[in-house]
């Protein structure tokens, strides 16, 4: 028998599963699972990009076409926390594989539409269920079965490519519904999700025992796997809902939350682009500022993740929101139509801001609730969607009510204060003491 070079690569369960590898395979899961958010968030980035388009084309007004955002946002975090549910049930790849195939259909359906209402039931439920099959549970499922150190920094990691993926395909949705029709550019979201699929089908697996080892950074010594679920996906979420309701810490992050959907999806990611239009901005100098916000977003959320393994989660929190908040109240007197230094600022800043709450969130949730974290995380994230749906149909009925989004930039940066009070409420466990025969230390 060959003598293993690092005694460490030796250690084992008594399962006889491998702890260690050079390259452990949960930076594989986790890479795949990177591309898989990124490619699921494509669509997400075009309704901001196309709503000019659509309403030339068929006269559709900016309330109509909110709408079927706000559909799509909200089933976005709706489905979330029955995804995670699912996820558990029957398995990673086939649950994400599935949502894949979902965005594909509704963004190439999308080609056909002829009426308002097929725009609800393609932009609004198909995508809607896609993307909510995966969303940010996605993230925190594999950053909870595949790692015990780094969680939060392969958290942030996997939030950068949910959020990064909406933002960077905005140059070229916009440029090819400038150049060649709002369809072609709808073509490219679908081709991109169904692209992914099969990588998806190759690599993910569900638990690191699949592949043989411990997650990253486990004890073989001491670690424990969890045991496999069965039972009613359904009931398990609700259950999840119903023990997280007790907690007075739950609401408080639902809430907060809530107004971060409100404030990055629902005004930014939506609104932003037809505000800049409503100015003289040109649609796809606009788009290119979100996709700057995109850049630096995987920045902030990166080091966010960082952050959170070694500060109070709580207190980033309160740090991001206030900073989100000052932004929002500047935006109106920066707006124009050419690009001026304050606005880049303001981009910048707001990317690093953009979902950096994300992972100290899942770190409390994990925290707070243990085991059924990332269900409850998924509840959280509903709220999150609900907050982003409010917030864009909102947007939109302001600006067709008073002729600017001013109101609507003002509204969110007052419920960024609320966020970050929301924030300082809630409750950290106290930590374990340990007990030896010495006493306590």
């Not at 209402?117 to 896609?130: R, S, T, Y």
């Not at 993307?131 to 595949?146: E, P």
């Not at 969680?151 to 990064?164: E, N």
């Not at 290119?288 to 980033?316: C, M, Q, Y």
Request: hydrophobic share 55%; glycine share 10%; with cysteine.
């Amino acid at each position: 028998m060959t003598t293993p070079r690092d005694p460490a690569d030796a250690a084992r369960t008594p399962d006889g599963i491998a702890s260690r590898r050079r390259i452990h395979p949960a930076w594989w899961v986790a890479g795949v699972a990177f591309l898989a958010l990124l490619a699921a968030a494509g669509f997400r980035a075009a309704p901001g990009a196309l709503m000019v388009p659509l309403h030339e084309e068929f006269g559709w007004s900016t309330t109509i076409m909110s709408l079927a955002v706000s559909i799509n946002l909200l089933l976005y975090g709706l489905t979330a926390p029955f995804a995670a549910a699912l996820m558990d049930r029957f398995g990673i790849r086939q649950v994400v594989a599935a949502a894949l195939t979902l965005v594909a259909l509704g963004a190439g359906g999308s080609v056909l539409m002829t009426a308002s209402w097929q725009l609800l039931l393609f932009w609004g439920v198909l995508i809607g269920l896609g993307t909510g099959s995966m969303a940010l549970v996605f993230a925190a499922t594999i950053a909870n079965r595949w790692f015990v150190r780094r969680r939060g920094l392969v958290m942030g990691i996997l939030t950068a490519g949910s959020a990064t993926g909406q933002l960077i395909f905005l140059p070229p949705v916009a440029a090819l519904a400038e150049s060649s029709g709002w369809r072609i550019a709808s073509l490219l979201v679908a081709g991109v999700a169904i692209a992914a699929v099969p990588v998806v089908w190759l690599v993910l697996r569900d638990h690191p025992a699949d592949r043989g080892v411990l997650p990253l950074g486990a004890d073989p010594l001491t670690y424990t796997p969890p045991p496999r679920t069965t039972g009613n996906a359904a009931k398990r979420a609700l259950d999840g809902l119903v023990f997280a309701s007790k907690k007075p810490s739950f609401w408080a992050l639902v809430f907060a939350f809530a107004i971060c959907g409100a404030t990055t999806n629902g005004l930014i990611g939506i609104h932003f682009i037809p505000s800049a239009h409503d100015h003289g901005m040109a649609t796809t100098t606009a788009a290119g500022l979100l996709a700057v916000v995109g850049i630096f977003d995987i920045a902030g959320t990166i080091a966010s993740g960082w952050l959170t393994d070694k500060f109070d989660p709580r207190i980033l929190l309160v740090t991001y929101y206030a900073f989100r908040g000052v932004g929002l109240v500047l935006l109106p007197w920066l707006l124009s139509d050419v690009v001026h230094p304050s606005m880049v600022l303001f981009v910048v800043i707001y990317g690093l801001d953009w979902v950096a709450t994300v992972p100290p969130t899942a770190v409390l949730c994990r925290e707070i609730f243990g085991d059924r974290g990332t269900i409850v995380f998924g509840w959280v994230f509903a709220a999150h969607q609900i907050g982003a749906a409010a917030a864009a149909l909102g947007a939109g009925v302001i600006r067709d009510t008073f002729g600017t989004y001013t109101y609507a930039w003002w509204g969110g940066a007052a419920l960024c204060a609320i966020a970050a009070l929301l924030s300082l409420v809630v409750r950290r466990p106290a930590p374990v003491v340990e007990k030896s025969s010495h006493g306590v230390h």
